[in-house]
């Protein structure tokens, strides 16, 4: 995917998780990175775009205006997010645009997680 061009923690990130079948951890996502982007590889920034890139966590305000594409399962635990889940993220993200209601507070309340 890097086709000589340098690709930001984010796209990493996502590129890392396109190649997970099943769930991964975030221990995974940092041994990862640190074999296939080690300059990228600090443990808090790595960390920090795991938890923006999820669509169901309380403040993802630093990512706000980028679109989530994993869902954590429970702590520490992650994988990619399915296409219902974006589109639930999405209409919730609409809706708070326009009634001014936070995106997080959408996010717990359209998928409580079981946990």
Known sequence: MNGGTSLTVWERL???AATQSGAFTSQ???SWFR???PSQANDRTVRTHIRGACWNVGD???FSKR???LTRID???FRLAT???LQHWR???ADAETSGRSRSTYARAAFAAPW
């Open 14 to 16: 996502r590129e890392y």
């Open 28 to 30: 995974e996502a940092l």
């Open 35 to 37: 074999r296939h982007a």
């Open 60 to 62: 993802r305000s630093q």
């Open 67 to 69: 679109e989530p594409f």
């Open 75 to 77: 702590r520490g635990l």
């Open 83 to 85: 296409l219902e889940e």
């Open 91 to 93: 209409t919730g993200h």
